[in-house]
């Protein structure tokens, strides 16, 4: 009984200090999804703006530009994955990934190629695991990401879309990334960033009472979306990637809640076998005691006669 007795108690201090661990990155995670999602409430504005803008400046004239022109015949996709670079937050990774994947199939079964782009550790070791091939990948600021990181995971994109498909260009990009919705729910949803779909966003202007603003353009159309696809492109990718941030800071913090709700479970259940190992050590003593007494009295009692 002593044995098991100490295994049980061995066993509660490991969970207890498991259960400080998850409690310590739960409450960091909780101040960091607050301050990830002053960062989303601040970009979005500027990335709807932007849009419209672009929106307007396509629908206000003639110019064939890859911001917002329709290809003929789309042969050849870039998919932007973001992912962390950290685990421990739940479902996070994998539904991107998951979401990617079916995107993939998607434009692959149009008869498209696809070029893999890779945000974060976790979906660049899915990917290399598999052995799929991923064109470019970046790391090391998921967690924090800011307006120059999205400046560079930009370039090669841009770069992509501005190139003939027989050169190694692309005709479309998708972004992969979990949007933020609230505490409790985080969705991972797919979106094609280029060409800019200008039915759908004035759609969505109107359903909203929105009128697009009217531009004189100068000196050209074609040079202010030459120079709105850059800062488009980055506003739209570095929004995604805070969204992203905020989302698994979410996670992380409900996995963590989560883990640490089991951790203090599981010490109780232990608690209660370690009390009953206890009584179960002390009601052997008392019996042993007892039956100790019982044979020293008869043996008394036989020497007497």
């Known amino acids: 009984?002593?044995?098991?007795?100490?295994?049980y108690k061995r066993r509660i201090?490991?969970?207890?200090?498991?259960?400080?661990?998850t409690k310590?990155?739960?409450m960091i995670a909780a101040s960091r999804v607050v301050?990830?999602?002053?960062?989303?409430?601040a970009s979005t504005p500027y990335a709807t703006e932007l849009t419209r803008a672009v929106t307007a400046v396509g629908t206000g004239s003639n110019t064939k530009h890859p911001l917002t022109t329709e290809p003929e015949t789309a042969t050849r996709s870039a998919v932007l994955l973001l992912t962390s670079d950290r685990g421990l937050a739940g479902a996070f990774n994998s539904n991107a990934i998951k979401a990617a994947e079916q995107l993939t199939e998607r434009l692959e079964a149009a008869g498209k190629e696809v070029d893999t782009y890779i945000v974060g550790r976790r979906g660049l070791a899915h990917y290399n695991f598999r052995e799929r091939k991923v064109v470019e990948s970046w790391s090391g600021f998921t967690d924090e990401p800011s307006y120059a990181d999205a400046k560079n995971v930009a370039v090669p994109l841009?770069?992509?879309?501005?190139?003939?498909?027989?050169e190694g260009g692309v005709d479309e990009i998708h972004i992969v990334y979990t949007e933020f919705i609230s505490m409790m729910t985080q969705?991972?949803?797919?979106?094609?960033?280029?060409p800019l779909s200008l039915e759908e966003v004035a759609e969505e202007s109107s359903a909203k009472g929105e009128i697009l603003p009217l531009f004189d353009f100068e000196p050209s159309a074609e040079d202010v979306l030459d120079a709105l696809l850059p800062r488009?492109?980055?506003?739209?990718?570095?929004?995604?990637m805070l969204q992203s941030a905020a989302s698994k800071h979410a996670a992380t913090r409900r996995a963590m809640k989560s883990a640490t709700d089991n951790a203090g479970d599981l010490i109780n259940s232990l608690s209660r076998l370690a009390n009953a190992a206890r009584q179960a050590e002390i009601t052997q003593e008392i019996s042993e005691i007892v039956g100790g007494t019982a044979a020293l009295a008869d043996a008394t009692a036989g020497s007497d006669k």
């Not at 488009?232 to 995604?240: D, G, L, P």
């Open 1 to 7: 009984m002593g044995a098991q007795l100490r295994v």
């Open 13 to 21: 201090r490991s969970v207890t200090a498991t259960k400080k661990i």
């Open 24 to 26: 310590a990155m739960e």
């Open 35 to 41: 301050k990830a999602q002053r960062k989303v409430a």
């Open 158 to 166: 841009i770069e992509a879309i501005e190139k003939e498909t027989a």
């Open 187 to 194: 969705t991972a949803i797919d979106s094609r960033l280029l």
């Open 232 to 240: 488009y492109v980055e506003s739209r990718i570095y929004n995604a």
